[in-house]
T-cell receptor, first 111, second 113 residues
Framework: DGGITQSPKYLFRKEGQNVTLSCEQN?????MYWYRQDPGQGLRLIYY???????QKGDIAEGYSVSREKKESFPLTVTSAQKNPTAFYLC??????????FGNGTRLTVT | KQEVTQIPAALSVPEGENLVLNCSFT??????LQWFRQDPGKGLTSLLL?????REQTSGRLNASLDKSSGRSTLYIAASQPGDSATYLC????????????FGRGTSLIVHP
């Protein structure tokens, strides 16, 4: 079955450590996205990539970094510069104009 | 900048009721509008997508309408069931450019038996 896989489902880190969240898709989609969701909030766009080896900052990119070396993969690194990293992170993909398809998310807790 | 608002923020109804969830957007230059369902601790599942040239889309007990001129979309749920309990989000994608949608904060729905 085609879909988007995010791993791990839960992630715990100490403050000051960088952490990388994985996102893999087998839908052959060109575009991939990272969103952050906080309780009671809508989704906020962190980064997006519309083709391999290219990505753009979203609304809240500070403290995050991404890479897009392969079409299938779009990992997100939460750096120690991110002031409030504890959140639910969602990865999505699309053909660019088609509906967004989402993974099941990674819940990151930083203490 | 596009702003998307969903009203109400929360809704609790008895089983069997017909429901209307509202989504409004400030910029009518949209490419499409999409409705999603999110269960607790899960990702978003696409329910319906309405292209800007369309007025409505239907899937089973769900019907979504779009009125670009007034900046509104509604999601109609017929004969609600406890299994419909979830958060429903709408997202408006702009025409031209990146097509990256702006999300509302969602309506949290509880359908009790």
């Amino acid at each position: 079955d085609g879909g988007i896989t995010q791993s791990p489902k839960y992630l715990f880190r100490k403050e000051g450590q960088n952490v990388t969240l994985s996102c893999e898709q087998n839908l052959n989609h060109d575009a991939m996205y990272w969103y952050r969701q906080d309780p009671g909030q809508g989704l906020r766009l962190i980064y997006y990539s519309q083709i391999v080896n290219d990505f753009q900052k979203g609304d809240i990119a500070e403290g995050y970094s991404v890479s897009r070396e392969k079409k299938e993969s779009f990992p997100l690194t939460v750096t120690s510069a991110q002031k409030n990293p504890t959140a639910f992170y969602l990865c999505a993909s699309s053909t660019g104009i088609s509906p967004l398809h989402f993974g099941n998310g990674t819940r990151l807790t930083v203490t | 900048k596009q702003e998307v608002t969903q009203i109400p923020a929360a809704l609790s109804v008895p089983e069997g009721e017909n429901l209307v969830l509202n989504c409004s957007f400030t910029d009518s230059a949209i490419y499409n509008l999409q409705w999603f369902r999110q269960d607790p601790g899960k990702g978003l599942t696409s329910l319906l997508l309405i292209q800007s040239s369309q007025r409505e889309q239907t899937s089973g007990r769900l019907n979504a309408s779009l009125d670009k001129s007034s900046g509104r979309s509604t999601l109609y749920i017929a004969a609600s069931q406890p299994g419909d309990s979830a958060t429903y989000l709408c997202a408006a994608a702009p025409s031209g450019g990146s097509y990256i949608p702006t999300f509302g904060r969602g309506t949290s729905l509880i359908v009790h038996p």
